[in-house]
């Protein structure tokens, strides 16, 4: 089945270590979201890719980075993760058209 | 700014009761709003996609109505199970890629 795969599922990192996580997508669709959810908050975007061109929110930390090296695959990089960055990371896919939004199953950073 | 309000935060029902869940946003001009599902620790599932043109979606068990004018939306769940056990949220999308609002969600307990 087409879907969107997120790995890892549990990251346990340590403060100021840099962290990747990774999302992809066999659905081939064109615009790639990453959120950030905190416990019984909505998510927040962080950022998003409409195809090869980035589009960063406002109040995104520039410790928050992304890469979109193809189509298939976007990456989350937290250059230096805080006790705050601890949260779960949602990477969402969608295509232009009224077509909504699909998730993968999210991964639960953990900061030590 | 688009804002989306989801009440009540909570919801406790006994098994089989019919419910309905609320969704309600500010600004009527909305690609199409969806309905998602989240169980504790996971990602979102999609339940339904509401198109701004359209009144309602039906799948199983779930309808969802968009009225437009006055900003809202239902999520009607007959004969409650369960495993409904979850949070709903709801989300706003407010063009065809790129600027969604979510709502913070309700979160749904079934007691057998």
């Known amino acids: 089945d087409a879907m969107v795969i997120q790995n890892p599922r549990y990251q346990v990192t340590q403060f100021g270590k840099p962290v990747t996580l990774s999302c992809s997508q066999t659905?081939?669709?064109?615009?790639m979201y990453w959120y950030q959810q905190k416990s019984s908050q909505a998510p927040k975007l962080l950022f998003h890719?409409?195809?090869?061109?980035?589009?960063n929110e406002a109040d995104t930390p520039d410790n928050f980075q992304s890469r979109r090296p193809n189509t298939s695959f976007c990456f989350l990089d937290i250059r230096s993760p805080g006790l705050g960055d601890a949260a779960m990371y949602l990477c969402?896919?969608?295509?232009?058209?009224?077509?909504?939004?699909?998730f993968g199953s999210g991964t639960r950073l953990t900061v030590v | 700014k688009q804002e989306v309000t989801q009440i009540p935060a909570a919801l406790s029902v006994p098994e089989g009761e019919n419910l309905v869940l609320n969704c309600s946003f500010t600004?009527?001009?909305?690609?199409?709003l969806q309905w998602f599902r989240q169980d504790p620790g996971k990602g979102l599932t999609s339940l339904l996609l509401?198109?701004?043109?359209?009144r309602e979606q039906t799948s199983g068990r779930l309808n969802a109505s968009l009225d437009k004018s006055s900003g809202r939306s239902t999520l009607y769940i007959a004969a409650s199970q369960p495993g409904d056990s979850a949070t709903y949220l709801c989300?706003?999308?407010?063009?065809?890629?790129?600027?969604?609002?979510f709502g913070d969600g309700t979160t749904l307990t079934v007691k057998p």
């Open positions: 969402a896919t969608s295509r232009v058209g009224n077509y909504g939004y699909t």
């Open positions: 659905l081939n669709h064109n615009v």
């Open positions: 890719y409409y195809d090869k061109d980035f589009n």
């Open positions: 600004d009527s001009a909305i690609y199409n």
């Open positions: 509401i198109q701004s043109s359209q």
């Open positions: 989300a706003v999308h407010n063009t065809n890629a790129g600027k969604s609002t």
